[in-house]
């Protein structure tokens, strides 16, 4: 079936509904984003619930698109993503880098949650880069590959992200869940990216270890976290790190 792309809008979001194949032939669904995107519509949400086929060739439409989403600063999202669809996203990792949701409405609230980290991450560079230096203790483990989990220690913790101080290291870029324990906040449960491996020449101290960016974090859990950290900013560690 021939693609057909319709066009809809719904809280300041465009809502892309579309149907039919998405392979080589494809190039207007580039055309459609980029027309929003020229007309200042930066967040786009696409419905795949009608998406018959996806091929390898549709598979570099789609992410021709998604580049020119990023490269205008802008925001694209997918929702009901028929398990054909899923499983060759899924096949490539671009299940690891776009956004999917169940529901229309699921995926309209990602939207007005990233608008209000947007804010947090906007805050006045001071505030923004406060770190708290005590441990806390973390399990973690691979996201998407194996489900074993792993003990470490946070040893530097921001409202962004944290180096975690452990055995097991995963490559760059490699997303991780983790879980850990607020003193008097809670548990938090959030996932991460991998952005740095530390070095045993550079840094033997805090080796093995890694850093990690907090990702898709939602509302709640980022202002407990920032909290966290306006009330814990001026603590310093006198402790060493010690053997996990």
């Not at 979001?13 to 459609?32: A, K, P, W």
Request: hydrophobic share 40%; with cysteine; aromatic share 10%.
């Amino acid at each position: 079936m021939a693609l057909e792309i319709y066009s809809r809008e719904k809280q300041g979001i465009i809502i892309l509904d579309v149907r039919g194949n998405i392979d080589i032939s494809s190039s207007e669904f580039i055309e459609v984003v980029g027309w929003h995107l020229s007309n200042h519509r930066l967040d786009i949400l696409c419905d795949f619930q009608h998406v018959d086929l996806l091929d390898y060739a549709g598979l570099s439409v789609i992410t021709i698109a998604y580049k020119n989403v990023v490269n205008h600063d802008a925001r694209m999202k997918f929702f009901n993503i028929p398990p054909n669809v899923r499983s060759i996203l899924h096949a490539v990792m671009l299940d690891r880098i776009f956004e999917l949701y169940d529901t229309e409405e699921m995926a309209l609230n990602a939207f007005k949650e990233d608008k209000q980290i947007d804010k947090i991450r906007h805050m006045q560079l001071r505030r923004r880069f406060k770190r708290v230096h005590f441990e806390i203790p973390v399990t973690y483990k691979s996201k998407f590959g194996d489900q074993k989990e792993h003990k470490g220690k946070f040893f530097d913790i921001s409202g962004e992200g944290a180096f975690i101080y452990g055995k097991k290291t995963f490559p760059l870029h490699d997303i991780i869940a983790l879980e850990f324990e607020l003193p008097h906040m809670g548990t938090i449960k959030v996932d991460a990216k991998v952005v740095w491996l530390s070095d045993k020449d550079v840094q033997p101290q805090q080796y093995p270890g890694v850093g990690v960016e907090f990702y898709t974090v939602s509302v709640s859990t980022q202002k407990r976290i920032v909290n966290f950290i306006e009330k814990n900013a001026d603590i310093r560690s006198s402790q060493c790190m010690p053997p996990i």
